[in-house]
């Protein structure tokens, strides 16, 4: 029987980092980030964890090598763990959750030809480690969160489950990835809430469910024919990265 002193003498798994980087692009819906390295198949942007490595560290250095995205800090998402998940042997995988607009990822939201966000055609050389000098080019692309076919059955598992998560947040908190700029209306609030929630909301719940949450400006912004709007600001207390009460998908909070 193995000595329970001496680690070495049981197996153990190689542990993952993934991460769904959503964006909600207006007048088309939520999207998330894919990206190929040339040589495999699109996937989220992730990683096997390196020795020594910290979880945050792997996530950071692996949105930089393979998304170009720098100093990001993706709340954890749910740690997926089933035994034969991954068909390289046993891995488990700690999905964490990201949010930017399509234009904070560095990809166009309109070409023009009603299709969705492109993949960039002549992708730059993304930022490497210099201790990995080598790391391959990766090309992406942002597609619609309901049309990720082209993922691994676990990558699709993730967007899910990180969709479900982020519109979650949007129910009970306003913009709570500070996607919007200081000062919003509620009618720019709202508009921000559909895209997330795929769906058109009642303007007079939204406003009575959001209203609470916010503090008012005093000030006005106009916004096309009729009187003013007013604006307001999140109350910071609110901001997502101080809500520690974190839940896994079946409701279970996480400690």
Known sequence: MP?????????????AVDTAVLCPVPGRGLHVLMTHPGDGVWQLPGSILRPQE????????CLREKARL???????????????????????????????SAADVGLAEDDGTGDTPAEAAEPEPAESD?????????????????DVGELSAEHQEIVRVAVHRLRDFHERTP??????????????LRELHEVVAGESLQADTF??????????????????????????????ALALRADTRLETP???RRE
């Open 3 to 15: 000595d329970p002193s001496q680690l070495t003498q049981f197996p153990r798994p190689s542990v």
């Open 54 to 61: 910290r979880l945050a560290e792997a996530v950071a250095r």
């Open 70 to 100: 720098v100093d990001r800090a993706p709340v954890q998402l749910h740690v997926f763990d089933q035994p034969d998940r991954d068909d390289r042997g046993w891995v488990i995988s700690v999905a964490h959750l990201d949010v930017l």
């Open 130 to 146: 210099s201790d990995h000098p080598d790391s391959p080019v990766h090309s992406r692309k942002l597609v619609p969160v309901h």
């Open 175 to 188: 913009d709570p990835f500070g996607l919007l700029e200081r000062e919003f209306s509620l009618r720019q």
């Open 207 to 236: 406003r009575r469910t959001m209203l609470p949450l916010l503090d008012p400006t005093g000030q006005a912004v106009s916004q096309g024919r009729g009187r003013p709007a007013q604006t307001f600001t999140r109350r910071s």
């Open 250 to 252: 079946e409701g279970s």
